[in-house]
């Protein structure tokens, strides 16, 4: 994700109890949207916050992977979706 991007986003509360947030990431060469799912609602800040640490586990992720293996990260994030505008 670029310094210069913003990110946005907008919240639903579920029947669950849950907290969905679907966020856009505004940047000009890379701009992506997702989904959190959160156990409880947070502020605003604790929201982008946790967007940016799970970004940064992904690329992490993605950087450590061996392009020889065909096997995907052994630790899948099933509450977090990230996608491709």
């Known amino acids: 994700m ?6 946005r986003i907008t919240t639903k509360a579920l029947n669950s109890g849950n907290c969905q947030v679907k966020f856009f990431i505004e940047d000009e060469e890379n701009p992506q949207y997702g989904y959190l799912l959160l156990h409880e609602t ?3 800040g604790d ?3 946790e ?5 940064a ?3 992490e992720a993605l950087l450590q992977d061996n ?3 065909s096997i995907a990260p ?3 994030d099933h ?3 990230l996608f491709s505008a």
């Open 2 to 7: 670029n310094e210069s991007a913003s990110i």
């Open 42 to 44: 947070k502020p605003v």
């Open 47 to 49: 929201i982008l916050e």
């Open 51 to 55: 967007i940016k640490v799970r970004m």
């Open 57 to 59: 586990r992904r690329r």
């Open 67 to 69: 392009p020889f293996l």
């Open 74 to 76: 052994s630790q899948d």
């Open 79 to 81: 509450h977090f979706y």
